[in-house]
């Protein structure tokens, strides 16, 4: 069964510090890996969507890495402003599930001003 | 603008009651998808639909029902509301099973 961790659960920064946030899984038989933002009472918001062939895509200040022999991916955000705020997940989906995403907990981020 | 809507946004209800949360998006696509979330599980899946007049159960499906008739709509039914099933629910749908795109929510709690 595969298992998708996050760590830290919580994080707090100064504005304009370099965020990286870990997401690790088990099985790295995947398909792909996306990163979501998640605000307060809201619903979740693509970032990045890597495939299971691809090292890393990049889109602005945000960098994401993807490690499959490991099972591990990195988020990066750059130089971060106090927008940054939220809770960012990453989740996978397996090579034999299509469409069905395995989430980690999250990484809740607050930088502050 | 193309959408996925939820309603409602929050709901209270009584253990043993059926309730039904609705799902609505105007994009035309054919997978769509239902997800709870709870502190420290993250998001999982509940039910999945692939296209119309099909349905299967995902993770935790236990005491959940859903209904595809149309392409834009998947009503989520909880049979005989309990307890363990207080949460925020998710409705996504996806063109290609790549890219989600996900509703804003219901809370639900189950006194």
């Known amino acids: 069964k595969q298992e998708v961790t996050q760590i830290p659960a919580a994080l707090s920064v100064p504005e304009g510090e370099n965020l990286v946030l870990n997401c690790s899984f088990t099985?790295?038989?995947?398909?792909?890996l996306q990163w979501f933002r998640q605000d307060p009472g809201k619903g979740l918001t693509s970032l990045l969507l890597?495939?299971?062939?691809?090292r890393e895509q990049t889109s602005g200040r945000l960098n994401a890495s993807l490690d499959k022999s490991s099972g591990r991916s990195t988020l990066y955000i750059a130089a971060s402003q106090p927008g940054d705020s939220a809770t960012y997940l990453c989740?996978?989906?397996?090579?034999?599930?299509?469409?069905?995403?395995?989430f980690g907990a999250g990484t809740q981020v607050v930088v502050t001003p | 603008d193309a959408e996925i809507t939820q309603s409602p946004r929050h709901k209270i209800t009584e253990t043993g009651r059926q309730v039904t949360l609705a799902c609505h998006q105007t994009?035309?696509?054919?997978?769509m998808f239902w997800y709870r979330q709870d502190l420290g599980h993250g998001l999982r899946l509940i039910h999945y639909?692939?296209?119309?007049?099909?349905?299967n159960k995902g993770e935790v499906s236990d005491g959940y029902s859903v209904s595809r008739s149309n392409t834009e709509d998947l009503p989520l039914t909880l049979e005989s509301a309990a307890s363990s099933q207080t949460s925020v629910y998710f409705c996504?749908?996806?063109?290609?099973?790549?890219?989600?795109?996900f509703g804003s929510g219901t809370q639900l709690s189950v006194l």
């Open positions: 989740a996978v989906v397996k090579t034999d599930s299509w469409g069905k995403l395995q």
């Open positions: 099985d790295s038989a995947i398909y792909n």
């Open positions: 994009w035309n696509h054919n997978n």
């Open positions: 639909s692939y296209g119309v007049q099909d349905t």
């Open positions: 890597i495939q299971s062939s691809q």
């Open positions: 996504a749908s996806s063109a290609t099973l790549e890219k989600l795109f």
